[in-house]
């Protein structure tokens, strides 16, 4: 934990932390959480959440969502094909943060990653924050989870993808995939969904 951040002054501060999950995806959706935790959450539980078991990651997120003040949001792979991947991060963690605004006086909100969202508050850019601070950790463990749902319903839309094993992301698998199927529907065409599209619509490997 990042114990020297912050003097005591600021410790009696409402600190909301955010991050969100699916940058690197080349489909699907960018979910940000936004999380104010009580003076007694027992932040042992947290963690980067990319170094988590899925295990750990739900068991956490339930005692999160028993006992902190949180939301999530998602921007689309639409938006991020108009507005670009980063101000898409952006946005996510800004609408996530406007609704846990929205419950309670928050006076410094922390955000995973060298950038900060345009919010009304003070902002900061924490560098690995989602393994240094607990808010942004709680925030990354729901952005996860909450994404990982969402691409395990749009397999069930689109099964000949395998979005359930690979959430998006550029495994082979997935290039396989598209390569013989074309891209789906939530693919991010701006990330070229990992193809050249030929003349004759059918899609190639890079």
Not at 2 to 13: I, K
Not at 48 to 71: G, M, Q
Not at 92 to 108: G, P, R, S, T
């Amino acid at each position: 934990m990042e114990n020297t951040l912050f003097n005591l002054e600021e410790s009696t501060l409402t600190i909301c932390g955010t991050d969100e999950a699916g940058r690197g995806p080349l489909a699907g959706p960018v979910v940000a959480a936004a999380v104010v935790l009580p003076p007694d959450f027992p932040i042992e539980i947290l963690g980067d959440s990319k170094k988590l078991s899925e295990k750990k990651r739900i068991e956490a997120e339930k005692i999160i969502k028993e006992r902190a003040i949180w939301a999530t949001a998602s921007v689309s792979h639409k938006a991020i094909d108009e507005i670009n991947i980063l101000n898409a991060s952006m946005l996510a963690m800004k609408k996530a943060y406007e609704k846990v605004a929205a419950k309670i006086q928050i006076d410094l909100l922390l955000a995973d990653g060298n950038r900060t969202p345009d919010v009304d508050i003070e902002c900061r850019a924490i560098v690995k924050g989602d393994a240094k601070i607990p808010q942004i950790m709680a925030a990354s463990i729901l952005a996860k989870n909450e994404r990982d749902r969402i691409m395990v319903l749009c397999d069930r839309k689109w099964p000949g993808y395998g979005y359930a094993k690979h959430k998006g992301y550029p495994s082979p698998e997935h290039r396989k995939r598209i390569a013989e199927l074309g891209p789906s529907p939530i693919e991010r065409m701006t990330f070229n969904a990992g193809t050249v599209i030929r003349n004759d619509n059918q899609p190639e490997l890079f």
